[in-house]
């Protein structure tokens, strides 16, 4: 499990099967620092398989629907 480090917050990106797996998205605020981090680690579009925000507070989930319009991953 990698850590992104996201101004108040945090995500963690595991690697699962050929993908990735996302866990919490910062807020939109951060977002350059997420896709960079994301891409960083050999993460793009299509490899993206899953988001998991652990709760509905903005710093959690806050990029949740612009990483599942761009990335395309599927949500819980």
Known sequence: MRRIRLGGANAYVLDADGGF???DTGTPENRKVLDAALRAMGCGPGTLRLVVPTHGDYDHAGN???LRATWGPRSP
């Open 64 to 66: 949740a629907a612009y």
């Open 21 to 23: 797996v996302l866990i």
